[in-house]
């Protein structure tokens, strides 16, 4: 069952009924400013960090669900309304949400009255606009109010929920004309304030949420509304609001549009004040002024479409399977852009105020961004790398707003330092900027502790070798990539996180996911020590490499896959000598990826084992037999009833490990079939078991032994963007950048005639066309350039500005 539909051509999901199984999100803005928008207007809005600078309030997992945002309500004589359905609830004629790329647009029609809201960042700015249009589609003349609401957050989004105490007698607004100023804390250390303004003459308005709402009553039925009567509140603590009320009158088929800004300033310390106790709005009135009319929305609206254009513009495919094109030509990347913007800070599922940015999310997310900006990929890669501690180790995860490591989710997570090596390779390869290596960045932060980048990459890569448990292979410290996989941890208290407890400080629980990484990011360190002329580093990282390789080989396989771990015991975690758990997706995928064993049909052999035990309907699951109880050596995983999350759900991020593993086998079908397994695109038509947004990826599936296999949980913010965009643009189809060109290598279904990609590549554009005769899965025939044939399947680096036409042949 479907909710809606995509709208390929305008880059949309068009979803046309407000009761969709979950609310179904979007995301506004691209920078510093960002807002959370669902299809009925639910959400909110933040400035750089969605703790520590929260504009509008949110109640998490609130009834009913998703109540708060940014609403509308149109008072039409006894009948109120609202453009997005919610919070009124009163049945609309019409409904139509559109989530596009960093807009949304959100019409209703009532009563032969259209309302259509759209919502949007504009580049380079700190604010919402959202441009109301009316339009009066009856045949008489209609006159009405428009009531605005927002609720204002007293910006430390934790504190406001927890510290009542304080905050229901710290709230303050100014008025000034048609803008409500929120400026709470503002008399004390804050130099930022945020406003609510729109470019029309108001009725009235209201600024304390209790007198709009009236006692007891819900977002449902504000009272000043109902009455349609604004009461020009003015709050002093409690619960500030802004809430306009204009009256329109429309002809028959006359429109009018109003536009409102949500903005926020920052002040110098000096400049703080207009005079005494009267805020500086002179930032606030230069960005009402800039969107005061219709036209100027609608020239930076084109301005992000155009944003998006270019963006979108660098990988392009032409395929035979539109579910596929629409995937990587946008939504994809999309989504991309969106864990690289918020990492895992703020969706449905992360509150925003439980975590910043993670050392090895933003690390992995970058893989998926890198070719959109690469110049913000660059910045990322440093912030990150100054978190770094001198022992290579890192804090898992900053704080956006200070860029500063911290300890409040854990540390000690082995696998983090390695995926520095990845970021860093993978965005020299897209940009060949070697001089990223040379960049200073301090350890800790701490600017006297600064190297060059470099170093930081060594460290990282020692980290492991300086880690190594009794078979020689990593330690896995707190935990690897699977966060639930606490080895050490041995908590009997449910008041302890897992995330942070460590009550036994051992040197013996080993990773074979971080063995088979080691391999995989330890080769791209060789590679980049020999091909920047530092023969001797690589030659010594090399041996490491090679001596992993062994361990893994004499102590890592099974039998029949590889093993996942060895516990604090010394035991063996992920074999068939266990009773649950007995093989684990990670160390299937690190070790074929890396090839281990490839020789001598281990991958093989592994990657069949996976199709045999984990792959089910929805996908591939993390791990089998689900675990059916605690097991306190083993810790978070065992946590979660079967089927949910790291316990034996389909962790959709760790899926294209294995696709990107049967690339390497050559076994194009399954690669794509596993692919299809857990697109969105492909997942429409069962949106009612999914339940989540068929446009973006979710991080997990329930698995095969779950309650209802196939519900999807914790959409958006996840690694799983990244990893399937890596895995299909540069594996299944192909398309791969090298420090000394493109390779192109595709591993496809054989039935696939081919398929073309435009590929924008350090400035010089490809028309690629590969042409698969034979029906293959994986091989090359030919390729060649401009008519020339080139040996190899890599495509040199040109001049750019240039065009050229590439074609392949495989066979
Ligand atoms: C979740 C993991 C997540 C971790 C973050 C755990 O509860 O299951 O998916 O990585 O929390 O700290
Ligand atoms: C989600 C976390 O954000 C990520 O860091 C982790 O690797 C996975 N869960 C698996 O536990």
Redesign the pocket.
Known sequence: MKFGYFDDAAREYVITTPRTPYPWLNYLGNEDFFGLISHTAGGYCYCKDARFRRLTRYRYNNVPWDDGGRYFYIQDGDCVWSPGWKPVRTELDQYRCRHGLSYTIIQGVKNGLEAEALFFVPLGTWAEVHRLTLTNRSQAPRTFRVFSLVEWCLWNAHDDLNNLQRNFSTGEVEIDGSTVYHKTEYRERRDHYAFYGVNAPLVGFDTDRDAFLGAYNGFDRPAAVVEGKPRNSEAHGWSPIASHCVEVRLEPGEARSLVFVLGYVENPQEQKWERPGVINKAGARDLLARFATPAAVDAALQDLRSFWDRLLSHYVLESGDGKLNRMVNVWNQYQCMVTFNLS?SASYFETGIGRGF?F??SNQDLIGFVHQVPARARQRILDLAATQFADGSAYHQYQPLTKRGNSDIGGNFNDDPLWLIFSTTAYIKETGDFTILDAPVPFDNDERSAQPLFEHLKRSFYHTVNNLGPHGLPLIGRAD????LNLNCFSNDPNESFQTTGNRAGRTAESLMIAGQFVLYGREFVALCARIGKGDEARAAQEHVDRMVRAVLEHGWDGAWFLRAYDFFGRKVGSKENEEGQIFIESQGFCAMAGIGLEEGRVVTALDSVRERLDCEFGVMLNQPAFTRYLIEYGEISSYPQGYK?NAAV?C?NNPWIMIGETVLGRGERAFEYYRKIAPAYLEEMSDLHRLEPYVYA?MVAGRDAYRPGEAKNSWL??TAAWNYYAITQFILGIKPGYDGLDINPCIPPAWEGFRVTRIFRGATYHIEVRNPRHVSKGIKRVSMDGKVLSGGAIPISDPGTEHRVMVELG
């Open positions: 895992r993670g090895r999310d990539w699977n966060d639930c790291e962790f991020h991080q996840t690694g």
